[in-house]
């Protein structure tokens, strides 16, 4: 069977970003893909496309092993768009747990968890706070860091935007990462999210050391009680600024929020257990179909 593609595909641009916001404020989406600012800045890690098919509007992409994909329909009626697309022979990820149990399931089709990429979920006053013997270890690397040096917290402001970009090219020299791969990837986005955090509604904290951007970090809201931290770079060769940077993210921004997605580990595991040893409240279930496609079996 050939795979269908649609004609009206196109690109991803700031002029849909009205369209998808609205889409997003209905849905109130657990999944941290599902953030405009998210979507433009991985356009091109992630080839995102946007289509109409029937009355939904789809995202299609690629993973970093460049497998294509569509990501859960908005819009319209989403379960049929998403079976229409999977018997196409078209792959599906980011499925969350609430579109498995209402579309997909009754249907008989077997969603397959994908840990890699379960989404982080905090407390946002328990990172902003750190309390009791389970952050001591955090605690502790800050208060390190504090009393070795002055430093500024500040929101980021266009004024942060050349000591962010120094930052990170220092970032890119000291942890590498060959052209294509997804850590350069990751800091090609990064970088324009420095640039466009303004455009693209992100807000931000830095920490200036030594009147220079040591740390950023940068997110928005994902839903009414949930906020995503996309970004977040510190200087490598300080110890406690990335547990600093981290709870001033959580103290100073999206303080009418209960929670902090700090999304995915991709599999990595140095990153794992950096991402669970803040403790967790939940791990936002993501998950992948297979299309049907000749050679492979039935998603359903």
Request: net charge negative; with cysteine; proline share 6%.
């Amino acid at each position: 069977m050939q795979i269908p593609s649609y004609p009206e595909k196109r690109p991803l641009t700031t002029a849909d970003s009205t369209l998808l916001q609205e889409h997003f404020h209905e849905l109130q989406p657990e999944i941290s893909e599902f953030c405009f600012a998210s979507l433009y800045l991985f356009r091109k890690a992630h080839s995102y496309t946007i289509s109409r098919v029937g009355e939904s509007l789809v995202l299609f992409g690629q993973g970093y092993d460049r497998e294509p994909y569509f990501l859960p329909p908005l819009g319209g009626e989403r379960g049929e768009t998403a079976r229409m697309l999977l018997a196409a022979g078209h792959d599906l990820y980011g499925a969350d747990e609430e579109f498995v149990a209402r579309h997909l399931a009754p249907a008989g089709i077997t969603a397959v968890e994908d840990r890699n990429s379960f989404d982080y979920l905090y407390l946002r006053e328990e990172l902003a706070t750190l309390p009791g013997p389970r952050f001591h270890k955090k605690k502790n690397r800050i208060n390190y860091f504090t009393a070795r040096h002055s430093y500024r917290v500040e929101l980021f402001t266009p004024e942060h935007v050349p000591g962010a970009r120094q930052l990170l090219r220092e970032w890119r020299r000291v942890r590498g990462g060959a052209p294509g791969t997804p850590l350069d990837l990751e800091a090609e986005a990064t970088e324009e999210a420095v640039s466009l955090a303004g455009e693209l509604g992100l807000s931000g904290v830095v920490v200036l050391l030594e009147g220079g951007v040591a740390a950023f970090a940068l997110g928005e809201r994902l839903n009414r009680d949930t906020a995503v931290c996309h970004f977040e770079k510190t200087d490598p060769f300080v110890e406690g600024l990335a547990q600093l940077v981290n709870r001033e993210f959580s103290r100073l921004l999206f303080t009418d929020c209960t929670f902090i997605n700090r999304e995915q580990d991709l599999g990595e595991q140095g990153l794992r257990e950096a991402k669970i040893s803040y403790h967790p409240v939940r791990l936002v279930k993501k998950y992948r179909v297979a299309g049907r496609q000749p050679g492979r079996p039935p998603a359903s």
